[in-house]
């Protein structure tokens, strides 16, 4: 075991430390609102400006950059690229570097294509953590939409907020925040040499998105909210951009490189993992 710095305790942040710990790791986390997080034994809690990397032998980073670059870059490159014990660095990226691809299918070896601003400046990202491959492992983990406990189609139903919009062929894939905890996991228990690697985090079932609603109300015995089509959907500029886009990601290569497949392998499985959970949790409801 070693020692992981989490840049960022955020949705995604915050299950691998859970599972980082879970494993024997010791844990630190970085938050610009730590009274705001849930209380984690094992996970040390500093201020982002005062990480150090002092014994840390693997990180994480989680922020999306802004248009001023990477944020843990811009402040803490030089100790990264100095940090002694460090071997390994993951990167959460996203699958929307590789732009628009008409529906057609992507995979590890496909190049960037980046289709606006936002996953140009991901792209940019990637390019600086994949600077330090000279010395470290670096793993880009490409992210496709992701969901779970609290963030997914069940919570948008039940808060009234579901819409089901008609793009046929519009279909992509997503992951579940613990299947990026676990693959996050299994990647840096890997002693790799330095070098690049990317990792698509994206599971095994592209679909599209009304479809996902309409498991999620039956789950929950509710009618599924009515079609509408694509054109006549008024949307933010994010959903448009979103909508703009339409490709499916493999991910084969990727858990074959970790070892693992998907604890759930489609949006039907993690929905009723989801939903079993708040269940246990909360019976009756």
Not at 42 to 65: D, K, M, Q, Y
Not at 216 to 242: C, E, K, V
Request: proline content about 8%; overall charge positive.
């Amino acid at each position: 075991m070693g020692s992981l710095l989490i840049f960022g305790l955020g949705y995604s942040g915050l299950a691998i430390a859970r599972a980082a710990v879970a494993a024997g790791w010791r844990v630190v986390g970085t938050s610009r609102t730590p009274s705001r997080l849930p209380a984690m034994p094992g996970v040390e809690i500093v201020p982002f400006a005062g990480a150090t990397l002092s014994g840390i032998t693997h990180l994480v980073a989680t922020a999306a950059p802004d248009a001023a670059g990477d944020p843990v870059l811009a402040a803490h490159h030089a100790q990264i690229r100095a940090a002694p014990d460090l071997r390994w660095a993951g990167y959460l990226s996203t699958t929307g570097v590789y732009g628009d691809r008409a529906g057609a299918w992507v995979d590890e070896t496909t190049q960037v294509a980046p289709s606006g601003p936002r996953g140009q400046r991901r792209v940019a990202a990637e390019q600086q953590w994949a600077a330090l491959g000279d010395r470290l492992a670096v793993d880009l983990f490409r992210l496709a939409g992701i969901y779970g406990p609290g963030r997914s189609a069940l919570d948008d139903l039940r808060a009234g907020t579901a819409r089901r919009i008609a793009k046929p062929g519009h279909a992509f894939g997503r992951i579940h925040r613990d299947d990026i905890a676990g693959a996050v996991l299994a990647a840096l228990q890997q002693n790799l040499p330095p070098g690049i690697r990317v990792l698509n985090l994206n599971d095994d079932c592209p679909a599209e998105p009304a479809d996902v609603v309409a498991e999620a109300a039956r789950l929950l015995g509710l009618p599924a909210p009515p079609l509408t089509p694509y054109a006549d959907t008024p949307l933010s500029p994010m959903a448009q951009s979103f909508w703009a886009e339409n490709r499916k990601v493999a991910s084969a290569r990727t858990q074959a490189a970790l070892g693992r497949q998907w604890r759930w392998p489609s949006y039907r499985e993690g929905l009723a993992a989801i939903l079993a959970e708040e269940r246990a949790h909360r019976p009756g409801q």
